[in-house]
């Protein structure tokens, strides 16, 4: 099993980012599937889910609104569509696979992605 994030970078508030999640060995349509940010000197902080199976979307209160995560069950890849950036949204992004549901506990992590929101 493997998740390989990429997508992120500098842009500038008010920006758009579109984040890619790419899995090996698993199938993410069997699987809830998170996106988890964690910012400079704070803990981790989940972001949004898409369930498996029919693809229900949860998104925290924070990026409501502004981010919609979806999926290509054909490439086996997860995305996360970020408007509207805010400084605030600077993290490191992770992709993670639930261990059942949407229980928010994982079992395997990609790599992270660094997004920056700068002027």
């Known amino acids: 099993v493997q998740l390989v994030e990429s997508g992120g970078g500098l842009v500038q508030p008010g920006g758009s980012l579109v984040l890619t999640c790419a899995a090996s060995?698993?199938?993410?349509?069997?699987?809830?599937m998170s996106w988890v940010r964690q910012a400079p000197g704070k803990g981790l902080e989940w972001v949004s889910d898409?369930?498996?199976?029919?693809?229900?979307?949860y998104y925290a209160d924070s990026v409501k609104g502004r981010f919609t995560i979806s999926r290509d069950t054909a490439k086996n890849t997860t995305y996360l569509r970020m408007n509207s950036l805010t400084p605030e949204d600077t993290a490191l992004y992770y992709c993670?696979?639930?261990?059942?549901?949407?229980?928010?506990?994982?079992?395997?992590w990609g790599q992270g992605t660094q997004v920056n929101v700068s002027s």
């Open positions: 993670a696979r639930n261990v059942r549901g949407g229980t928010h506990r994982y079992d395997y």
């Open positions: 060995g698993f199938t993410p349509k069997n699987y809830y």
């Open positions: 898409i369930s498996s199976g029919s693809g229900y979307t």
